[in-house]
């Protein structure tokens, strides 16, 4: 319980100084949300649009507004169009969870298994040409991959997959997450196929990152005394790796694909861009680009939440992964 | 004097009828592949059409900022009082005449009777006039609309609008390039107006999912029919993806994803061209290009001064910029018509390019500014951009020019073109309309005069433009013009900026059927924009 009411406080403080730090960054921009609305508005004109939207008031007084909005459900409006921001949040958050949990999937579906056999087969060709083959993943932009797969596989090769279908250069066909948010799901099949190439070109500079990270933690793991005793006592290589080195070695990466989803929503940007994704990475793009400063701090405030849950959860599989966190904590 | 009524006279029923036939055979100059446009269009089916950006501002007059694709789906929803055809006229369209007076001060719009809004509402004038009113009010139309003293629902189905002078190309003003959509009053009166979509077009919004499609189906009671008597539109129901990036939305034509796309970007209309095998590309014709050029500022040094801008003129090879930013598919331009629009001229005088002079102009500059003479390349961050501004530099530094690149997101760029706090601007303006539909960018003191240039010749002229209705005299005007651009070097004009749509092999009718009425054919792709209600799909 002590834990729980902890980490809120955490989620508070977390929130409160990211969406400050961001409300004074985004006021750094050149020009304001009139000149973007309104650009070729007179003076007069652009200064009744400060005035309703409260862009006129003193900067602490705008950041108190806008936050006791926010507490209240209330993420503003869209400048130019009156939409709600919420509802826009609404149909893009379930597209951004999804495709951030499948680049999740992919990434330690096949990063788990190479950091195994790595580590274990250290210092061998087989272990230099994974790493070799990692760094190159890690070199290679998220943008770049997106790009190359997009044309070779939508344009050139165009695989008709069981289930999936074709699979397509651009668009996006809602999934399994939209009917929890209110709105339609579409053929699931389809939606499994649209997210495909985007999934892929964020998984494959993760891959690279979460081999690496088990790879060293589970070198050091297979030093421990009990790895010598469970050697001793005759257990086979692949128990001891999969059943009592793995777990233990596991914090890390656990840890740190915690932290890559907030990393992902950035990194989605230019991706969800390229694909013709719907989600946050699409709006922060169009949001940046229209000087939208309510909707942008909207977005940073989701980020910042949807941040520090992650987190929390993955501390609570820490007792669950490592008996000796849960002994030490009880 | 103007007379745009449309009632059909004999000779314009054959006018109509021979364009009519050639656009069946596809013969009419600029539609580039549409071959299999000969067979009868066949009713049903849908497309996809990848556009090249989100309209996430909406389509409600006061704040909407409508470009290419936002006009696009406008062209989908809604329909216009008039239309350009292919003879650079405008023509009646939801009206049925519009008539001057003989001062071309007060102009009678007529609407054509039983047309309905897709919410079941009659297009009346007190519609027309509510649809004035919330233009009038918006800040980028309503500098345009300036001109206009009052509009007067007249009758059921007549405005009167009177203007401030005499206005003899009004018209042009009842389009302005596709944006000046009429709306269904529900629409404009609404909250949600900017996503509520009512109009009397050929496609009603079904759903719009931001950033994602906007879906419209087939408006089943509207007003056209084509020369067989099928009902318009042939599809039953089109879907727009908007696809930002544009070697993206070629591959998304050539995966299967769209059905047809749109794009002025040299090197993708080149890539194209390369397939244009397997696809059909109807591309803009020459004559009403819309004009790539660099935008100086006039009124801050070093461009305040003639010998300056002269030398940046000279300094920069277009014919090099083309071939290696749009692999030579665009035409170089020397002013700001293109060879169909009144006041074109072949060699207006614009500076060309000389190194040698350019050095000279640029040493004389430099040693009575104490040897400085820097510019400011400004441009959008994208990719194509930044190279032609790379090239720009490059080219201006051999004449000994000292350029800096300044990449802006969209909306800064706008503002340091409002703001005047630049000196060179990437840019592109003046789609082939009437240069009187010019008029707000050049006018002295308006805050749309981006180049901030204060000339009373070139004011005098393009006020004597707005008010003579001679045809020959005003060729003359606007000749006069081009060549005063041209020996005042406001701007270095660049190249003709031309679009392209290419669409599936069984995607045929990009270029429309005949206007209503014998109007003729319409203008094809003038910025970009292209009627929707005659594309079909073959089976």
């Given at each position: 319980m002590g834990t729980i009411a902890r980490r809120l406080a955490q989620l508070v403080v977390v929130v409160i100084l990211s969406t400050l730090f961001a409300f004074a960054l985004l006021r750094l921009f050149p020009g304001d949300a009139a000149d973007a609305v309104i650009p070729y508005g007179t003076a007069a004109q652009k200064a009744k649009f400060r005035?309703?939207?409260?862009?006129?008031?003193?900067?602490?007084?705008?950041?108190?507004?806008?936050?006791?909005?926010?507490?209240?459900?209330?993420?503003?409006?869209?400048?130019?169009?009156?939409?709600?921001?919420?509802?826009?949040?609404?149909?893009?958050?379930?597209?951004?969870?999804?495709?951030?949990?499948?680049?999740?999937?992919?990434?330690?579906?096949?990063?788990?298994?190479?950091?195994?056999?790595?580590?274990?087969?250290?210092?061998?060709?087989?272990?230099?040409?994974?790493?070799?083959?990692?760094?190159?993943?890690?070199?290679?932009?998220?943008?770049?991959?997106?790009?190359?797969?997009?044309?070779?596989?939508?344009?050139?090769?165009?695989?008709?997959?069981?289930?999936?279908?074709?699979?397509?250069?651009?668009?996006?066909?809602?999934?399994?997450?939209?009917?929890?948010?209110?709105?339609?799901?579409?053929?699931?099949?389809?939606?499994?196929?649209?997210?495909?190439?985007?999934?892929?070109?964020?998984?494959?500079?993760?891959?690279?990152?979460?081999?690496?990270?088990?790879?060293?933690?589970?070198?050091?793991?297979?030093?421990?005394?009990?790895?010598?005793?469970?050697?001793?006592?005759?257990?086979?290589?692949?128990?001891?790796?999969?059943?009592?080195?793995?777990?233990?070695?596991?914090?890390?990466?656990?840890?740190?694909?915690?932290?890559?989803?907030?990393?992902?929503?950035?990194?989605?940007?230019?991706?969800?861009?390229?694909?013709?994704?719907?989600?946050?990475?699409?709006?922060?793009?169009?949001?940046?680009?229209?000087?939208?400063?309510?909707?942008?701090?909207?977005?940073?405030?989701?980020?910042?939440?949807?941040?520090?849950?992650?987190?929390?959860?993955?501390?609570?599989?820490?007792?669950?992964?490592?008996?000796?966190?849960?002994?030490?904590?009880? | 004097m103007v007379n745009v009524s449309t009632s059909p006279s004999l000779r314009t029923k054959l006018v109509g009828a021979g364009l009519a036939l050639l656009s069946a055979t596809g013969l009419l100059v600029g539609i580039a592949s549409s071959a299999s446009a000969a067979s009868a269009p066949k009713p049903g089916?849908?497309?996809?059409?990848?556009?090249?950006?989100?309209?996430?501002?909406?389509?409600?007059?006061?704040?909407?900022?409508?470009?290419?694709?936002?006009?696009?789906?406008?062209?989908?929803?809604?329909?216009?009082?008039?239309?350009?055809?292919?003879?650079?006229?405008?023509?009646?369209?939801?009206?049925?005449?519009?008539?001057?007076?003989?001062?071309?001060?007060?102009?009678?719009?007529?609407?054509?009777?039983?047309?309905?809004?897709?919410?079941?509402?009659?297009?009346?004038a007190d519609a027309v006039v509510q649809n004035f009113d919330a233009y009038r009010k918006s800040t980028l139309l309503g500098a345009a609309l300036k001109n206009i003293a009052t509009t007067t629902a007249t009758g059921p189905l007549e405005v009167t609008v009177t203007t401030t002078t005499p206005w003899p190309q009004l018209p042009w003003y009842l389009y302005i390039d596709g944006r000046f959509l009429i709306e269904a009053p529900a629409q404009l009166s609404a909250s949600d107006c900017s996503s509520k979509l009512i109009g009397t077009g050929p496609f009603k919004l079904e759903s719009w999912t931001v950033n994602q499609s906007l879906v419209a189906t087939k408006n089943p009671d509207y007003w056209q029919k084509d020369s067989k008597g099928t009902q318009l539109p042939y599809l039953d129901k089109i879907t727009f993806k908007p696809i930002a990036e544009a070697a993206q939305r070629v591959n998304s034509l050539q995966g299967g994803a769209v059905d047809l796309m749109h794009t002025s970007d040299g090197q993708q209309i080149d890539a194209l061209q390369q397939l244009k095998s397997t696809l059909n590309l109807t591309q803009q014709p020459n004559g009403r290009a819309e004009v790539r050029y660099y935008l100086m500022n006039a009124a801050k040094p070093p461009l305040d001064d003639l010998n300056a801008r002269k030398a940046v003129a000279m300094a920069i090879d277009r014919d090099q910029i083309n071939q290696l930013r749009n692999n030579g598919v665009h035409r170089v331009a020397n002013g700001p018509f293109d060879t169909s629009v009144i006041g074109y001229l072949k060699n207006p005088g614009f500076p060309q390019h000389n190194v040698k002079a350019a050095t000279k102009l640029a040493s004389a500059y430099k040693a009575a500014h104490g040897g400085q003479f820097n510019v400011v390349l400004e441009h959008t961050n994208d990719p194509a951009n930044v190279a032609e501004a790379e090239l720009i530099k490059e080219q201006l530094g051999k004449a000994g020019i000292d350029a800096t690149l300044k990449q802006d997101d969209q909306t800064a760029f706008v503002l340091a073109a409002v703001g005047g706090n630049f000196s060179i601007l990437l840019w592109r303006q003046h789609p082939g309309d009437d240069p009187d539909a010019q008029y707000f960018w050049w006018n002295t003191g308006s805050i749309l005069n981006f180049g901030k240039f204060n000339d009373p010749t070139m004011q005098g002229l393009i006020d004597q433009g707005r008010t003579e209705s001679n045809a020959a005299k005003r060729k003359q005007i606007y000749e006069a013009v081009n060549r005063r651009f041209a020996s005042q070097v406001y701007n270095v004009w660049a190249y003709y900026d031309q679009w392209t749509v290419a669409a599936k092999k069984n995607v045929v009718g990009v270029a429309g059927p005949p206007l209503p009425d014998g109007g003729g054919t319409p203008a094809l792709l003038l910025y970009g924009r292209h009627p929707l209600l005659g594309i079909s799909v073959n089976k």
């Open positions: 005035a309703e939207t409260g862009l006129d008031k003193p900067f602490f007084e705008q950041y108190a507004t806008w936050l006791g909005n926010l507490v209240q459900g209330d993420l503003g409006k869209d400048y130019q169009s009156n939409t709600p921001v919420s509802d826009k949040v609404g149909a893009a958050l379930p597209v951004s969870l999804q495709l951030m949990l499948y680049a999740q999937l992919i990434a330690l579906v096949v990063a788990i298994p190479l950091g195994v056999f790595t580590a274990y087969r250290v210092g061998t060709k087989a272990d230099r040409a994974v790493n070799t083959g990692a760094f190159a993943l890690l070199a290679l932009p998220s943008f770049v991959l997106a790009l190359a797969l997009a044309y070779w596989v939508g344009v050139k090769w165009k695989p008709d997959l069981p289930f999936l279908g074709q699979i397509p250069v651009t668009g996006y066909e809602p999934g399994w997450l939209e009917p929890v948010f209110g709105q339609s799901a579409g053929n699931i099949g389809k939606h499994f196929g649209t997210m495909l190439l985007p999934a892929i070109s964020l998984a494959a500079g993760l891959i690279a990152v979460y081999m690496r990270l088990l790879r060293s933690d589970m070198i050091a793991t297979l030093q421990e005394n009990y790895i010598t005793m469970a050697r001793a006592k005759g257990l086979s290589d692949k128990r001891i790796l999969w059943r009592h080195a793995l777990r233990p070695s596991s914090l890390t990466l656990l840890t740190v694909a915690g932290l890559n989803f907030g990393t992902l929503i950035g990194g989605a940007v230019a991706v969800e861009v390229i694909f013709g994704i719907p989600g946050i990475g699409t709006l922060i793009y169009q949001a940046i680009n229209a000087r939208q400063i309510v909707e942008l701090q909207s977005y940073i405030a989701i980020i910042a939440i949807g941040y520090v849950l992650i987190n929390f959860s993955i501390d609570a599989l820490y007792v669950v992964l490592d008996p000796r966190i849960r002994r030490a904590r009880a | 089916g849908s497309v996809v059409y990848g556009l090249e950006a989100e309209t996430g501002g909406g389509w409600c007059p006061p704040t909407a900022r409508l470009a290419i694709s936002g006009i696009e789906v406008g062209a989908a929803i809604y329909d216009t009082l008039m239309v350009p055809n292919s003879k650079n006229e405008m023509v009646p369209y939801l009206a049925k005449s519009v008539t001057p007076n003989a001062t071309f001060d007060s102009w009678k719009i007529t609407l054509r009777d039983g047309i309905k809004f897709h919410d079941g509402t009659p297009l009346t």
